[in-house]
């Protein structure tokens, strides 16, 4: 069974920073894609970032600039780097990412964890 858990999420002052991760575990031979998406209250989950599997970022265009994806694929692991954090980037932070052989690949999300921007 395969689990993406998110940490890295909490409570920061309008222009601080943080750092999530994204840890994949279980039972699989590769991990493609992976990506970022987040829910404000009361919003629709949008992305953020994906990133494939030789380290090319792709970001959503209102994204770019204070948020920086990249990922270590010897500890299976994505990381979302956010500056200057805005009390508008309050959400719930979740990982996706395509996982699983060389013939087939399913889709996995994280449980998210909550970034809240204080001003």
């Known amino acids: 069974q395969v689990q993406l858990v998110e940490s890295g999420g909490g409570l920061v002052q309008a222009g601080g920073s943080l750092k999530l991760s994204c840890t994949a575990s279980g039972s699989f031979v590769t991990i493609a894609d992976m990506r970022w998406y987040r829910q404000a209250p009361g919003m629709q989950r949008e992305p953020i970032a994906r990133?494939?599997?030789?380290?090319?970022?792709i970001y959503i265009d209102s994204m770019k600039g204070r948020f920086t994806i990249s990922r270590d694929n010897a500890k299976n692991t994505v990381y979302l780097q956010m500056n200057g954090l805005r009390p508008e980037d309050t959400a719930v932070y979740y990982c996706?990412?395509?996982?699983?052989?060389?013939?087939?690949?399913?889709?996995?999300w994280g449980q998210g964890t909550q970034v809240t921007v204080s001003s």
């Open positions: 990133i494939t599997v030789d380290g090319t970022a």
């Open positions: 996706n990412a395509d996982i699983g052989s060389d013939r087939s690949l399913s889709n996995y």
